[in-house]
């Protein structure tokens, strides 16, 4: 490609339209005052879980290329979960997860949890600063608190600069800690949902015998190994291998899989089983090329991991500056996955128990995409205000499980329509 020398370097336009969104701008690094993000978000799902986020990040650079980032995040989640049974043609009756009371689900519908709520409040550190001449050091924390699950984490990073600063070789690593203490215990897997009165003498018991303890953990590893380059003043792209190790609970304490007979009519429920151990390995390549009236930012990512999960993610935006400080960028994602090897949307009478089961649509074979539009403008001195809308939509599919009976005359697969809107301002 010939290069152009009228034309602005790509990364200074990069570094510029990310300051740009962000609400600060290309010379922050010689400013101390502290630049503030702010967003809140809505979720919501038709006639299933609906999420509320309100993030609110502050970035603080010194003199000398020093940089604090401090992140708060509060999610509010309310609405109804998929429990993992099968529709019937018939009502069911379930026990809440805590043992405390029942739910009906009418012939025909999804069985979904309306207990499902929960709320979450996240902290996050992160202090970067040069080291040397071409060496970029990061440091950093995170702590998380839902009402019945904790997570605490550090990472670090190191980047090296070559070539000019045009090529950046980065490192990186991670731990984590989550503990879960869900309301109701540590369910046994594979053990029997107790399903009748709580008030009952004997229930109490007989719930206590399909538990195993009130609390349980999981820890995991994250490494990264990634690279950067400038090609021209065009164009940078960047690639990344990441590889992540999780042992301990990794069970969904909430989730239960329908067990049938040759019918396909539900004889029993079933909490559902998954290995205490998981390692994934994810590829991702990125380029974002500056077009004359705009910047294409696209990605592709590969996850491939011991369940037997493959996932592709495709991701395209492309940023529309206006003279006068507005812009558009319209965003589409396609995402496809794989079913993990003991997904099944249920069990039957007929057939040995496995040692592990889900029927989780999360770890299923699915496809799902997302469009959507941010609009954003400036609100004077330095400071911007942009709305994102996005429709997400998802679809999972059969592994090839057939199916019973009853079972095909019901949505075992049932499609998930979702709207996003966020508001983010930026001063």
């Known amino acids: 490609m010939q290069l152009n020398s009228k034309k602005p370097n790509l990364k200074a336009l990069l570094t510029t339209a990310s300051c740009a969104l962000l609400g600060g701008n290309a010379n922050a690094a010689v400013e101390e005052s502290w630049q503030f993000d702010t967003a809140i978000m809505q979720y919501a799902e038709v006639d ?52 405390n009371g029942q739910y009906i689900v009418d012939a025909g519908e999804t069985p979904l949890d309306d207990t499902f709520k929960d709320t979450r409040v996240q902290l996050t550190g992160q202090w970067t600063q040069p080291l040397g001449q071409n060496y970029t050091v990061s440091a950093g924390g995170n702590f998380s608190k839902e009402y019945d699950y904790l997570s605490v984490s550090m990472n670090g990073n190191v980047a090296r600069d070559f070539n000019n600063n045009n090529t950046t070789l980065s490192m990186g690593m991670a731990y984590a800690f989550d503990s879960i203490e869900p309301e109701g215990g540590i369910p046994k897997p594979l053990s029997s949902m107790v ?98 009236n705009g910047i294409l930012d696209a990605s592709y990512r590969f996850m491939t991991d011991d369940w037997e999960i493959d996932s592709h993610t495709f991701d395209f935006r492309y940023l529309i500056p206006f003279d006068n400080g507005h812009f558009i960028e319209p965003h589409i994602r396609v995402y ?50 942009a709305f994102r809308f996005e429709y997400y939509h998802q679809a999972p599919k059969s592994n090839g499980t057939e199916e019973l009976g009853v079972l095909k005359d019901v949505e075992l697969y049932e499609q998930v329509d979702a709207i996003i809107a966020q508001v983010t301002y930026s001063f």
Not at 71 to 92: E, F, H, I
Not at 229 to 253: A, K
Not at 268 to 284: G, M
Request: hydrophobic share 35%.
């Open 48 to 99: 299933r879980v609906m999420a509320t986020e309100a993030i609110i990040a502050g970035q603080k650079t010194f003199n000398n290329d020093q940089v604090l980032s401090l992140k708060l995040t509060l999610d509010a989640l309310t609405g109804a979960s998929p429990n993992g049974a099968v529709a019937q043609s018939s009502p069911q009756t379930f026990t809440r997860p805590s043992g």
């Open 195 to 292: 399903i009748g009165d709580s008030d009952v003498d004997g229930f109490d018991d007989d719930f206590n015998n399909t538990r195993i303890d009130s609390d349980d953990s999981k820890s995991t590893l994250d490494l990264l190994f990634g690279v950067t380059q400038v090609i021209n003043r065009q164009m940078l792209v960047q690639f990344n291998y990441s590889y992540s190790t999780v042992s301990g609970y990794l069970t969904d304490p909430f989730k239960i899989l329908s067990l049938v007979n040759e019918n396909g009519e539900a004889q029993d429920y079933l909490y559902e089983s998954r290995p205490d151990e998981r390692t994934k390995h994810a590829f991702f390549g990125q380029t974002k090329y500056h077009f004359d």
């Open 336 to 385: 496809t996955q794989s079913a993990a090897e003991f997904y099944q949307p249920f069990l039957a009478q007929t057939s040995a128990l496995p040692e592990y089961a889900s029927a989780d649509y999360r770890i299923g074979e699915l496809d799902t995409y997302t469009i959507g539009i941010k609009y954003g403008m400036p609100m004077g001195k330095g400071n911007r205000l």
